[in-house]
């Protein structure tokens, strides 16, 4: 788990999606997302109870505009058009899920297709656009984890 590692992964476009957050210290892969050019934005979802409380902490997160419209077409649109935080990459950190998947489940799912839409669309431009879930691994058993070094 070196910085090399994970700056050589996160900027790698191709290899972008949503994907687990390893569990343990998150400096190295901070300074390797950094060290890609990625901006890092964290976005905390331990008090979202239901779909409007994730937009929201999604939208606080991600520094939205004010015209963002609180629903599933208006975040696509939002992370398609990162014009008001230009970076050459993105690492978007969803911190504390394991509450709101398990409050509601179905639109926990629906946030991380939009995620990666969004990651497969930047792909096509060669920007790298990483969606990190931090919960349990089990939790959605379909979702990869991010590649951890030597």
């Not at 992964?9 to 972008?16: E, P, T, V």
């Not at 109870?49 to 939208?59: I, T, Y």
Request: aromatic share 10%; hydrophobic share 50%.
């Amino acid at each position: 788990m070196s910085i090399a590692h994970y700056e050589s992964l996160f900027a790698d476009a191709a290899a972008a999606g949503v994907h687990h957050l390893p569990h343990g210290p998150r400096d190295k892969l901070l300074a390797g997302a950094a060290a890609a050019g990625c901006l890092v934005l964290h976005v905390e979802l331990a008090a979202a109870r239901n779909k409007g409380e994730m937009l929201d902490a999604v939208a606080r997160g991600l520094r939205f505009p004010q015209w963002f419209g609180h629903n599933w077409d208006a975040l696509a649109d939002s992370l398609l058009d990162m014009g008001w935080l230009p970076a050459s990459g993105y690492v978007v950190i969803l911190d504390h899920c394991d509450g709101i998947h398990g409050r509601a489940e179905a639109d926990f799912v629906a946030l991380m297709q939009v995620f990666q839409e969004a990651a497969d669309t930047w792909r096509e431009d060669g920007v790298p656009f990483w969606c990190l879930v931090d919960m349990q691994a089990d939790g959605i058993a379909w979702l990869p984890t991010v590649a951890q070094g030597d």
